[in-house]
């Protein structure tokens, strides 16, 4: 696989102890092995991998493989070649998220134990009328005085204080969690641990310094920062890439049947990327080499060109260039 060594580790737990040393940048991308990268990804991957290069620092590679029934066989390996043919270099090894459960689990209990998560046993059924926002169903706090089923989900205790961070590109973003969300899952029913605690148990153990990623997450990040607060943890810096949409607006994902990339001949794709990221690349840089494209790309990475932008409409999809591409075993 294609990384760059760090230290001597020999394997990804050592490797995460010997990265999250120092004051260096430490960014990461964090992939869930739904489906294969489309281009969508590639430019949140490609913002976050030139930032971090551009800063000198570590750029972690992490596959959030902690949901099995989101999760498609094969989609891993499509991902890590995807990412490999497009010329990325990871520090470390590939990172599992399913390796660090312990880790999850002793935040949970350490949540649990200071009264601060409890269990819940509403089914959707029981929430099926309660009211709703934009972050979906605002709980109501049912259980949370206590609860007699045995099959429980695990909330979390969330209150009205305004919770605020400045994203390096989309500027001051407040949320009120216990009236935009209510107590929000962090151990689901099924027993799986939920996105929002993995991720920040996982990025703290990792040391990420800067978190540069799609927009469509950016929400979540309130939830996140309310969670590293009660861990005791300190937050990374944030910033929010805009989101790539079919040229009628809707946001490319596998839902709105968005491909895999090619892997074949992936300049004109990652030039169409740093296009996408407002990078101005030069007419011919896709007659370069890979190794060549990202050179310039580092070089003369400018972020701050993004700044406000919240979606980028993709040329790309008009000039057919994603048809012959890798599908799912
Ligand atoms: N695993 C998440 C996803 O693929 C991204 C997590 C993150 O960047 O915080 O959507």
């Known amino acids: 696989m294609r990384h760059r060594n760090v230290g001597n580790s020999p394997s990804a737990n050592s490797a995460i102890g010997t990265i999250a040393t120092g004051n260096r940048y430490i960014g990461r991308f964090a992939p869930s092995p739904t489906g294969p990268l489309h281009f969508g990804s590639l430019v949140a991957a490609v913002a976050s991998y030139l930032q971090a290069r551009a800063h000198s620092g570590l750029w972690l590679l992490r596959i ?27 520090d470390g090894e590939v990172i599992y998220q399913s390796k660090t459960a312990a880790a999850h689990d ?20 029981d929430l099926a009328d309660v009211a709703r926002g934009p972050l979906g169903t605002i709980y109501p706090g049912t259980c949370r005085d206590g609860c007699s089923s045995k099959e429980t989900a695990i909330r979390i205790r969330t209150n009205d204080e305004p919770i605020s961070f400045v994203d390096a590109l989309q500027g001051n973003q407040t949320q009120r969690l216990e009236s ?7 151990r689901r029913r099924d027993g799986l641990v939920a996105y929002q605690l993995a991720v920040v148990v996982d990025d703290e153990l990792e040391g990420v310094t800067e978190i540069v990623r799609g927009i469509d997450i ?15 943890y300190s937050s990374p810096k944030y910033a929010h890439v805009p989101v790539i949409t079919h040229p009628n607006g809707d946001k490319l994902s596998k839902l709105t049947g968005a491909p ?8 004109p794709i990652l030039v169409e990327a740093l296009i996408a990221l407002r990078q101005d690349p030069p007419a011919d840089l896709d007659a370069s080499s890979v190794y060549d494209i990202w050179q310039w790309a580092i070089t003369n990475w400018k972020l701050e060109t993004l700044r406000g932008l919240t979606a980028v409409k993709s040329a790309i999809l008009h000039a057919n260039i994603l048809t012959d591409t890798p599908k799912m075993p």
């Open 106 to 125: 002793a935040a949970l209990q350490s949540l649990l134990e200071r009264g601060l998560a409890y269990p819940c046993g509403c089914s959707r059924r």
């Open 64 to 90: 959030e493989d902690i949901d099995p029934p989101r999760e498609q066989p094969g989609a891993t390996k499509l991902i890590l070649d995807a990412l490999e043919t497009y010329g990325f270099e990871w």
């Open 218 to 232: 950016m929400e979540s990040t309130q939830r996140q920062i309310w969670l590293q607060q009660l861990l005791g």
């Open 180 to 186: 935009e969300s209510g107590d929000f899952i962090i």
């Open 260 to 267: 895999g990339i090619p892997q074949e001949n992936p300049q």
